[in-house]
């Protein structure tokens, strides 16, 4: 498996999302910041994490939320997104197990938020 710049780099898990940001350089790296800072400003308490082999994750008392980003899309997974009332359809996968739920159309319903 290919190791990221960020996953090479030593640092704390901010630092370590602050590398995959860069490390993207495209619109999955803006999207992923834009989704990063709605979170910090949704919860100023919320402590970043870099865990299962870099990926960023957000966390208050619990995981709140994963950011994995691919070729075509980023995915933020909600550890209970099951709960969350969705009127916009942004959730569109991973409703496993009736708890978590993932939104991967992230930059179209950033958009039209």
């Known amino acids: 498996m290919k190791k990221t710049?960020?996953?090479k780099s030593v640092g704390s898990p901010s630092k370590l999302i602050d590398g995959r940001i860069?490390?993207?350089g495209d619109?999955?790296?803006e999207?992923?910041?834009?989704?990063r800072k709605l979170?910090?400003?949704?919860d100023p308490e919320v402590v970043e994490e870099w865990k299962w082999r870099g990926v960023p994750?957000?966390?208050h008392d619990g995981i709140i939320c994963t950011g994995e980003s691919y070729k075509s899309i980023v995915k933020l997974t909600f550890?209970?997104?099951a709960q969350l009332k969705d009127p916009?359809?942004?959730f569109n996968s991973s409703l496993e197990g009736n708890v978590r739920r993932s939104a991967s159309r992230l930059s179209l319903a950033v958009r039209a938020a």
């Open 5 to 7: 710049a960020a996953a």
């Open 22 to 24: 860069k490390e993207l």
């Open 27 to 29: 619109w999955r790296g």
């Open 31 to 35: 999207t992923l910041s834009r989704m």
């Open 39 to 42: 979170i910090k400003q949704a």
């Open 57 to 59: 994750v957000w966390s």
């Open 79 to 81: 550890a209970k997104g």
């Open 88 to 90: 916009k359809r942004l």
